[in-house]
């Protein structure tokens, strides 16, 4: 079951605009790409900025 107190870092990045989330929550990282925000582990986001 997905944590509904996630919530709030969708509702941050939406209001800031921000293309990413960085997290290790799999919660998070389960949800894909919701409203088209990219969700990364900090190993894929150390492997795009190489």
Do not use: W
Not at 15 to 32: M, W
């Amino acid at each position: 079951m997905r944590d509904t107190h996630d919530d709030q870092f969708i509702v941050c990045v939406l209001e800031a605009q921000a293309g990413a989330i960085v997290t290790r929550d799999n919660d998070l990282l389960s949800l894909g790409k919701p409203f088209g925000i990219r969700i990364l582990t900090p190993r894929q986001l150390l492997s795009r900025i190489k």
